[in-house]
């Protein structure tokens, strides 16, 4: 059973910064993409930031140039540094991979339950 908890989310002042932690737990062959999506209520989720396993990295277009993605493979763990936050960056925050449970099996998306980042002004 592969699970994704994210963490590290929290109130913070308009200009500040946070760091959210998603590690990938469980048993599985590899894993693919790993990335971050925000969603607010009545709103779709929106892309923040992906990396592949190679490292190459793609950002929505409200957050480029503030955030920054990263992963640590030997942790199975991606990460968001996000800095210079605003009002508009208050959502919650899902954390997504892109695994392949057995060698044989196709990959799957897994997601987390969310962490909530709230930016004060």
């Known amino acids: 059973q592969v699970q994704l908890v994210e963490s590290g989310g929290g109130l913070v002042q308009a200009g500040g910064s946070l760091r959210l932690s998603c590690p990938a737990s469980?048993?599985?062959?590899?894993?693919?993409?790993m990335g971050w999506y925000r969603q607010t209520p009545g709103d779709e989720r929106e892309l923040v930031a992906t990396?592949?396993?190679?490292?190459?990295?793609d950002y929505g277009d409200s957050v480029k140039g503030r955030f920054t993605i990263n992963r640590d493979n030997t942790k199975s763990t991606v990460y968001l540094k996000m800095n210079s936050l605003k009002p508009e960056d208050t959502a919650i925050y899902h954390c997504?991979?892109?695994?392949?449970?057995?060698?044989?099996?196709?990959?799957?998306?897994?997601w987390g339950q969310g962490t909530q980042v709230t930016v004060s002004s």
């Open positions: 469980g048993t599985f062959f590899s894993i693919n993409a």
């Open positions: 997504f991979a892109r695994i392949r449970p057995r060698a044989w099996v196709v990959s799957n998306d897994y």
């Open positions: 990396v592949d396993s190679g490292g190459s990295t």
